[in-house]
């Protein structure tokens, strides 16, 4: 079954466009990778899926339309975006940044026990509650984020290169986490990555963004066995 279906998308920044019309789906419960390399539009198709620029064409999620250039209905309702450099709140404690990824939510009991959850799920959230978010480290922040994206109970999550400065032993342990919220709770996710290896590993379908169109779509594993993209993104 198809969660998210991206129909013939196009957008950019003022007159330029850099997606010229891409179409992909992502599945229930399935995680999907979009590898490119830079400047090739990736993050570009988050901002335009979760309404922070403008698009044309269309995006469904479970076939209802989302509205175009309405970041807070279309987050909040259905998907959850982990930006780019992760977007926490560095003066603010743990706690709050969890709060904060609640805020258009009213039942406040659930609101209460999703925080439990998440600071259970990833003990260190529990551990430095009190503190702000500015003095946790790369992959604590990162893990932070996707939390707090987690506290609006998406049903899909879109991340922006989740790995992005972080060591490899952490990126394993991160890629891991993710597989588990994937596979226990059946959130389906959307993962931009440069670096490939992982991302695929945990992925059931990849697809390759190039000068704003896809150009390779392909089940995750045959990807990975993909001799030109292992050349390209996977290190030979
Ligand atoms: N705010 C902006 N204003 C104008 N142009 C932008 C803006 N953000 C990105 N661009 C341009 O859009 C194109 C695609 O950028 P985008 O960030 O989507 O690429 P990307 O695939 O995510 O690459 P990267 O890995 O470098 O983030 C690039 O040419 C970039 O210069």
């Known amino acids: 079954m198809t969660l998210l279906e991206v129909k013939d998308l196009r957008a950019g920044y003022g007159r330029s ?139 899909l999550l879109i991340l922006d290169e989740p790995s992005q400065g972080l060591a490899p032993v952490i990126v394993r342990d991160l890629f891991s986490r993710l597989s588990e919220i994937n596979k226990s709770m059946g959130i389906a996710m959307l993962i931009v990555e440069q670096n490939a290896h992982l991302s695929l590993s945990i992925a059931a379908r990849g697809y390759v963004l190039e000068a704003g169109k896809i150009s390779v779509s392909q089940p995750a594993a045959e990807l990975q066995a993909n001799d030109e993209i292992r050349r390209a993104y996977l290190g030979g």
């Open 17 to 155: 466009e850099v997606l010229h019309g891409i179409s992909f789906t992502v599945g229930a419960g399935e995680i999907a990778v979009m590898l490119g390399a830079n400047g090739a539009g990736k993050t570009t198709t988050l901002r335009a899926l979760s309404g922070l620029i403008d698009r044309r064409g269309d995006v469904a999620i479970n076939g209802e339309k989302l509205p175009a250039g309405d970041a807070a209905r279309a987050v909040s309702e259905r998907l959850a975006h982990v930006p780019e450099g992760r977007g926490t709140f560095p003066g603010f404690t743990v706690h709050e940044n969890l709060m904060l990824g609640a805020y258009t939510r009213r039942d406040r009991a659930a609101v209460a026990q999703d925080v439990a959850y998440w600071q259970e799920f990833f003990p260190i959230l529990g551990q430095r509650a009190k503190q702000r978010a500015g003095t946790l480290s790369g992959g604590e922040q990162q893990m932070l984020a996707i939390a707090r994206a987690m506290m609006l109970r998406p049903q």
